[in-house]
């Protein structure tokens, strides 16, 4: 559907540059299905990522790495039907650019072509320089992502604050500007101490999105699932939750089950 005579502008990779430059705080949050989407869009969310977060919220996995490439398609084509204003961001997952940069670009191009998304997100600084390069060659935006990297998960041994020393500290920002250099639109900073974001968000010109960085980075993500409540496992000291939804779908369940046993659902004005 064309969006020419609505009233909202669409989010472009480009007016999330402007808003940096204006200092308008830049939304983002995952979805990995149509309602959640359709919901979060209407809402007026800036950014939606469809993360490689689905292997953990919708598959039940521990980690990121197990979900594939088809998966993300999925996830992503059904973000993109129920979306008409946020910029729909999707991650390629772990071992479908790692490998090469020809893998990666057609890793990403599968991405763009097949849900209609409108940008991709990857984990990694100077290691994956090639395949970004590769990829952003062929006309495809990319969201970087530093610091705590998931998918890297058993090379770090722990989900624990990341660059805290001086040399880590270093590198992350090293890494920023050179994904910046290579043309990366914006970059999430994952788990890292306030101060250092708000000295990465500074030396770069690109808007750093933050989850668990602190405030002073240009715009903040959080798993749907965990502000909204839904997951309860979850405590993070950076998460804030929004709702409690857990509570809310339970007594609802409950309630629906105590109406079916009691015989009172469905009454005589729900039948036909
Ligand atoms: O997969 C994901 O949800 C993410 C965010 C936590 C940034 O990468």
Redesign the pocket.
């Known amino acids: 559907m064309s969006t020419q005579n609505k009233p909202f502008k669409k989010l472009t990779t480009h007016r999330l540059l402007e808003m940096k430059q204006r200092g308008e705080k830049i939304s983002?949050l995952?979805a990995y299905d149509y309602s959640m989407a359709q919901i979060i869009d209407a809402a007026g969310i800036d950014v939606i990522?469809v993360?490689?977060?689905?292997?953990n919220v919708m598959a039940g996995n521990e980690t990121?790495l197990p979900i594939t490439l088809d998966h993300m398609i999925y996830h992503a084509t059904s973000v993109v039907r129920a979306v008409e204003r946020s910029l729909v961001v999707v991650?390629i997952p772990f071992g479908y650019y790692q490998g090469n940069s020809s893998e990666a670009l057609r890793s990403a191009i599968r991405i763009m072509k097949e849900s209609g998304a409108h940008a991709v997100?990857m984990?990694g600084g100077s290691e994956i320089k090639e395949s970004v390069s590769r990829i952003l060659s062929a006309g495809v935006p990319i969201m970087g992502?530093l610091g705590l990297t998931?998918q890297s998960i058993y090379k770090f041994g722990t989900y624990t604050v990341r660059a805290k020393e001086e040399q880590e500290a270093q590198k992350l920002i090293e890494d920023a500007q050179l994904l910046e250099d290579c043309g990366c639109f914006a970059v999430?900073l994952?788990k890292i101490p306030a101060k250092l974001a708000g000295q990465v968000s500074q030396a770069i010109k690109i808007p750093s999105?933050g989850?668990g960085a602190g405030p002073n980075t240009d715009g903040q993500?959080?798993?749907v699932h965990d502000m909204l409540g839904i997951t309860k496992e979850f405590n993070p000291r950076f998460l804030r939750r929004y709702a409690d939804l857990n509570q809310v779908i339970d007594g609802a369940v409950k309630n629906y089950i105590q109406d079916i046993k009691n015989g009172s659902f469905p009454n005589m004005d729900e039948s036909y």
């Open positions: 983002m995952t990522l993360g490689d977060s689905a292997s990121t991650d997100k984990e992502h998931p999430v994952e999105i989850i993500v959080l798993v």
